[in-house]
């Protein structure tokens, strides 16, 4: 082993003090929590064998190399959700878990959330780089064309095509204000009761809903659209289980719901416009649900948090 690849206590440390700010870049970019662990660990080995003492900034220079290596993970992920069967949707942040920067703006932690990075899927792997870059460190784009390997012009412009994409929609990634809660709070009060007239009344005319279940749980396997088909749908799915539960958390910074339905659970989330609910994400993939302690021992960390859980 040569001299550099000697890893020391302090740079360990360094790798450490970073590793909340990498895993919100990798998680980001990929929208899949067990992907971006993945990407981390081969961000560690990068670390582990580079030439330190060549290094000025370690954040950047780990940033850098946990982008690129995202980038890459993604080109390889879009291939195989292109095979999914239904509709693939992101991941919640396990219970607990520190991603991002302390530091970060409101702005900046509603990239987190479940609405932006279900929005962020219609970006190609270019496209999504340079708009999380952009938007969540606010880097200029000089410095975004020499982590992404692009000219600055490049880098310009496939912002300006990703905004376009994402366009009046971003409003939707902010979910931290009272009226979004209360919507959510009349919606969930509706849907455990069965009230169908209620709950229709909350949707936009454009509703949509999204469900997951991977090919291992019932989900429709095409978008829901319409408030009527979305209620009817909702109430339909509750009537063909006598036992239902209805349970109020936070993932992602925002307001969820986990339905129990017999033995099988959903995590819904909720995207607002304009005092209605436009968009419901109903996850039902058991491997994507892993991370809420759902299926853990009762001693584990996640388990002990469902304590913070609010049943209806």
Do not use: C
Request: proline share 5%.
């Amino acid at each position: 082993m040569t001299a550099h690849t000697e890893l020391r206590p302090a740079d360990a440390a360094a790798f450490e003090q970073h590793r909340a700010v990498l895993l919100g870049v990798a998680y980001r970019m990929l929208g899949s929590w067990w992907d971006a662990e993945d990407v981390l660990q081969d961000a560690w080995l990068r670390w582990h064998g580079a030439d330190r003492a060549a290094i000025d900034d370690p954040r950047r220079w780990l940033v850098t190399v946990t982008t690129r290596l995202a980038l890459d993970q993604l080109r390889s992920a879009r291939h195989r959700r292109e095979t999914y069967p239904g509709t693939w949707l992101p991941e919640p942040i396990p219970v607990g878990t520190e991603v991002g920067d302390p530091a970060e703006t409101a702005q900046q932690r509603d990239m987190l959330s479940l609405a932006a990075l279900r929005l962020m899927e219609q970006l190609t792997p270019p496209e999504r780089g340079v708009y999380l870059l952009r938007e969540t460190f606010e880097l200029p784009y000089a410095e975004i064309a020499d982590v992404l390997g692009l000219t600055e012009t490049n880098a310009r412009q496939l912002h300006r095509r990703a905004a376009d994409r994402i366009g009046d929609d971003r409003e939707r990634f902010s979910v931290d204000n009272a009226r979004h809660r209360d919507l959510v709070d009349r919606f969930m009060n509706a849907a455990a009761t069965g009230d169908r007239a209620a709950l229709q009344a909350l949707l936009a005319v454009e509703v949509t809903l999204w469900s997951d279940g991977g090919g291992k749980a019932r989900a429709a396997l095409n978008p829901v659209v319409g408030p009527s088909r979305v209620a009817r749908f909702l109430t339909g799915v509750a009537a063909k289980s006598p036992d239902v539960e209805w349970w109020f958390l936070e993932v992602n910074g925002g307001p969820a719901a986990l339905v129990r339905l017999g033995a099988r659970w959903s995590l819904m989330t909720w995207e607002t416009d304009r005092g209605r609910l436009v968009a419901i994400q109903l996850l039902a993939n058991p491997d994507k649900l892993r991370a809420l302690g759902l299926f853990a021992d009762e001693h584990s960390p996640a388990a002990v948090a469902r304590a913070a859980w609010r049943r209806l």
